[in-house]
C-alpha cells in the first residue's frame, strides 16, 4: 500500500466524518460543540461517570464561557440537566436527558459500534499501529494549526 492511498483513504474518511456530522446536525438542530458535548455526555452516562462542566471544556478545548454558553443552549433545548452535586454544594454536575438519549444516542451508538467492530478487526498490532498512525496525525495538525507562518 502506498503513501497516496493512505492519505486518499484519509481524506475520505475526513469527507464521510464531516457529511455524517451534518446529517446529525440537520436532523437534531444541534450545532457541532453541542453535538460533541452530547456524544461525550451520553458516553461517560453509559460508563457510570458523571461530569462536570469543566471536563466538557477541556474535553472540547474551549473557555469555560463557551462551555457555560453551550450549555444554556442545550438545557434550554431539553437536551442536558444541570444537577447538583451530591458531596459538593458548589459544583454541578451535566447530564443528558432522555430526550437527547433518543435523538442522539441512536445515531452515536450505531456508529460507536460499527467503529469499535473495525478495531476489534485489527488485532493488538494492527491497533497499535492505527494508534501510531492517528496520534502522529493530530499532531501534525496540531503543529501546523500552531505554527506562525
Known sequence: MSSG???DSL???????AQMHQRV????TLGENEMRILSYLLRQHRDGNVVKPSEISRHL???SASTTALLDRLERQGSVERISHPTDRRSILIAPTA???G???DIVDAFETRVTEAIEALGDEG???????LDA????ADDIATSER
Open 5 to 7: 492511498e493512505v492519505l
Open 61 to 63: 478545548a474551549i473557555s
Open 25 to 28: 446536525r440537520a436532523t437534531t
Open 99 to 101: 430526550r437527547a438519549a
Open 11 to 17: 481524506a475520505r474518511f475526513r469527507t464521510s466524518d
Open 103 to 105: 435523538d442522539v444516542a
Open 127 to 133: 491497533r497499535a499501529s492505527v494508534l501510531r498512525f
Open 137 to 140: 496525525v493530530a499532531d501534525a
